[in-house]
Nanobody
Framework: QLQLVESGGGLVQPGGSLRLSCAASGGTFSINAMGWYRQAPGKQRELVAGIGSGGYTNYADSVKGRFTISRDNARNTVYLQMNSLKPDDTAVYYC??????????WGQGTQVTVSS
């Protein structure tokens, strides 16, 4: 069964940058539209960025212009470049398929903390 492993999170000051990676093992997600989600303490998980199998992207208004999603189908990996980070971006970040019926088991996520 396909497993998703997120990495690249950490503690960063406001205005800083991080690059998250989501690697798949045990299968391939190359035909699926994939997304990065985040969940802050006490809040519901939300979609922040999505990318189709052909590379079409879309973003939540809160991250537009600051985050960039990309994918490498040959490596079964999805990336999220995060620039100009704000304290409100603090959350656990996850990747998964965009279509609910195509979702994989959720990984453990990677913690992003933006604080001075």
């Amino acid at each position: 069964q396909l497993q998703l492993v997120e990495s690249g999170g950490g503690l960063v000051q406001p205005g800083g940058s991080l690059r998250l990676s989501c690697a798949a093992s045990g299968g391939t997600f190359s035909i699926n539209a994939m997304g990065w989600y985040r969940q802050a303490p006490g809040k519901q998980r939300e979609l922040v960025a999505g990318i189709g199998s052909g590379g079409y992207t879309n973003y939540a208004d809160s991250v537009k212009g600051r985050f960039t999603i990309s994918r490498d189908n040959a490596r079964n990996t999805v990336y999220l470049q995060m620039n100009s980070l704000k304290p409100d971006d603090t959350a656990v970040y996850y990747c998964n398929a965009l279509v609910p019926g195509s979702r994989y088991p959720w990984g453990q996520g990677t913690q992003v903390t933006v604080s001075s």
